[in-house]
């Protein structure tokens, strides 16, 4: 072997390898426990996304981050449901995906990787029975390319809001037939549908993604685990690089949208 084939070598074992996420799932999910010494550790474990699942997005925009405490709520400022095509394969389902004005049925694996900020995953603790797997597919097919509710979103700065004191109860309602939706209204409709959500608690015109990532307005420990943070590849593994939109970097640790106790 001559000395130019020995350091080729040595530089292809020494350069670390793309991680492969595993046949099925779509990155992986960062889990956080304590050790003996109280030290905070995280280790990372294949996403394999399911229906019932809800997937945020915050992409840490300052113009939304105002917007959404104008009207008492925070990030992250987006959510998806995940849901099963009528061929079987899981998709993504959402309103307004990177601000754009339509409902999307979109292939989850694209859609996360491609997003520039934090995205978070609450994986739905059951499976769904037949019927209600079947109803959440029709209904999400429904929605592709309706429009994104543009005029209901501008009224939310407003007291007319159903999300408002008073309104709230008199007008919050999960309609499963409009002719458009926003962000939560879309993925609380779905979940509906799929006999999820319990529509005269969830009122899905009335909730925001903050309200569903918290336990603390709607508490659904008993139907979701808690929130993780979802990254592309293993801790320890540099992600691919993304097109560079402002700094928007941030620990994992940092990105959780709740403390571990």
Known sequence: MNRRTACVLFW???????AQSPPGAV?????????????????????YPLEGDMVFFNDHSEKWALLYKMVGSEGPFHTAIIARLPEGR????????N?????????????LHGFV???????????????????LTDWCMTQDNKRYALGRLLLQATPIRCRAPLRRDLFG?????????????????????????????????????RDIVFDDINDLSHLYHVVQVWTPTPIGVAPPPRPAQGDRTTSLINALPQPVK
């Open 99 to 111: 601000d754009t004005l339509r409902c999307r049925v979109l292939e989850i694996e694209p859609r």
């Open 12 to 18: 292809l074992t020494a350069l670390p390898v793309a």
């Open 117 to 135: 900020g934090t995205v978070y995953v609450r994986r739905y603790k059951h499976a769904l029975a037949p019927a209600n797997s079947k109803a």
């Open 90 to 97: 899981n998709a993504i389902v959402e309103a307004g995906p």
């Open 27 to 47: 990155g992986y999910l960062v889990t956080q426990v304590r050790d003996a010494q109280g030290i905070l550790r995280q280790t990372t474990d294949p996403y």
């Open 173 to 209: 309602a999960t309609y499963l037939d409009r002719d458009s939706y926003l962000c939560a209204e879309l993925v609380v409709a779905a979940g509906t549908a799929a006999g999820i959500f319990d529509p005269k608690l969830h009122k899905a015109n009335t909730i925001y993604p």
